[in-house]
């Protein structure tokens, strides 16, 4: 079935350093992607729309140049948590729409959990 | 803005008990549900879906219902197992939102042997 891997699981990172997390859609091709964080005993929500060879949608109130999105190919998306501080630690989670027939399927990566010290 | 909610954070059941978690939605624009389950330090896992145009939808030990009129989704456990322990969310979709998901708070499911 469908797969998407998300890398890494958890990343430890001091304040004010960037971190990279990466999305990948394995046997399909993905022209969307999507990325939520979620706090501890909270719902997912969601960040921002990560679509193929042109710029992410970012949600309101997500600081588009602290969470960079790049979607350079079909089965890759990556956030960037730039100069990340202590309140940016957070379960972060991608998800990929696979093509059905007419009714699109959201598989989502087994999440990151990013602690900022 | 609307969002999907759920008021029962936590449900206690026993083994072979079947569960409800319940589901309260307020954007009637909403035509299409999702159930997912979510382990600890995991992402969320499709259980079962339904369209706004049906009102049961079954599958393999799970049943999603639906009551457009009172904006109230929920999803049966039946023959609940220990593996069945997890947060469920349910989660709508506006027609036109490609894959864009409003997620509801979630229910901790906990099953006792």
């Known amino acids: 079935g469908a797969v998407v891997s998300q890398h890494p699981s958890w990343v430890i990172c001091k304040s004010g350093t960037s971190v990279k997390i990466e999305c990948r859609s394995l046997?399909?091709?993905?022209?969307?992607m999507f990325w939520y964080r979620q706090f501890p005993k909270q719902s997912l929500m969601l960040m921002a729309t990560?679509?193929?060879?042109?710029?992410?949608?970012?949600e309101q109130g997500v600081e588009k140049d602290k969470f960079l999105i790049n979607h350079a190919s079909l089965t890759l998306s990556t956030l960037t948590v730039t100069s990340a501080h202590p309140e940016d630690s957070s379960f972060y989670i991608c998800?990929?729409?696979?093509?059905?027939?007419?009714?699109?399927?959201?598989?989502f990566g087994s999440g990151t959990q990013l602690s900022v010290l | 803005g609307e969002s999907v909610g759920l008021h029962l954070p936590t449900l206690s059941v026993q083994e072979g008990d079947n569960s409800i978690i319940n589901c309260a939605y307020s954007?009637?624009?909403?035509?299409?549900f999702i159930w997912y389950k979510q382990e600890s330090g995991k992402g969320p896992q499709f259980i079962i879906d339904?369209?706004?145009?049906?009102d049961k939808r079954q599958g393999q030990r799970v049943t999603v219902l639906l009551n457009k009129t009172v904006k109230h989704l929920s999803l049966q456990i039946a023959a609940t197992q220990p593996g069945d322990s997890a947060v469920y969310f349910c989660a709508e979709k506006v027609g036109t939102s490609y894959g864009k998901l409003t997620f509801g708070q979630g229910t901790i499911l906990t099953v006792h042997p």
């Open positions: 990560s679509n193929e060879g042109s710029k992410a949608t970012y």
């Open positions: 954007n009637s624009a909403s035509d299409y």
């Open positions: 998800s990929a729409i696979f093509p059905g027939q007419g009714n699109e399927k959201l598989f």
């Open positions: 046997d399909f091709q993905a022209t969307t």
């Open positions: 339904i369209r706004s145009n049906m």
